[in-house]
């Protein structure tokens, strides 16, 4: 369990280090192409997996090579919502979107699950996962982000940058204060002459 742990770590470790790459690529060539190439790269190291799986370090450059295209894909789907609906649903869609991530994740691990039960070896009463079911398991997910990869490439341009239709928001938001004349000095002394009482003069 422990080596499965450390060959599974880098994972997450390159999709954190990724984050400042994604940043300039959607900079420079928008978030749907950022989408497109981190699909792209998550379906070489699923279709990689396919044929290194006889040692632990082959396992840890699958999971370089996933992580980095895993962070590149999911970090661009919250740019695109926001570039592609009104600033009053994007938390909405947001919202789908996590449920659908959630979705997708319970789906997909009940598939694998399912597959890896099935090609298990029986050793003295115990199911053993076997080489078979995990080329099986990785094939499937290569032939889901080549679907994925379809529709992205379906995916229609943003109307606008997101960061320029959440200043837009904004200002809508904030009110406008219509600045008032002060009175002069002049003025003021004239208002006061005009309002303070007159006494009669001393005899």
């Known amino acids: 369990m422990v080596v499965a742990g450390l060959c599974v770590m880098p994972l997450g ?5 990724t984050a400042p790459v994604y940043a ?3 900079a420079k060539y928008g978030p749907k192409t ?15 997996g396919l044929g290194l799986m ?8 699958i999971s370089v090579v996933l992580g980095a295209g895993i962070g590149l894909a999911y970090s661009s789907l919250p740019a ?3 570039g592609s609906v009104d600033p009053s649903e994007t938390g909405a869609a947001n919202g789908l979107n996590t449920l659908m991530r959630s979705i997708g994740t319970s789906v997909s691990s009940a598939v694998i699950g399912m597959v890896l039960a099935n090609t298990a070896d029986h050793v003295d009463g115990v199911a053993v996962p076997t080489m078979h079911g995990f080329r099986v398991s990785f094939l499937i997910a290569t032939g889901a982000v080549a679907v994925g990869l379809l529709f992205a490439l379906l995916l229609p341009s943003a109307r606008r940058p997101a960061t320029t239709q959440l200043r837009g928001a904004a200002a809508r938001r904030t009110p406008t204060w219509s600045a008032r004349p002060r009175p002069s000095r002049a003025s003021g002394a004239g208002c006061a002459e ?3 009482p007159r006494w009669p003069a001393p005899r």
């Open 54 to 61: 006889s040692a632990a370090w082959q396992t840890i450059v």
């Open 80 to 82: 695109l919502i926001i």
């Open 194 to 196: 005009r309002t303070a």
């Open 34 to 48: 950022t989408l497109i190439l981190g699909m792209l790269i998550i379906a070489v190291g699923y279709g990689t």
């Open 13 to 17: 470790l390159t999709m954190m280090f």
């Open 24 to 26: 300039r690529l959607s």
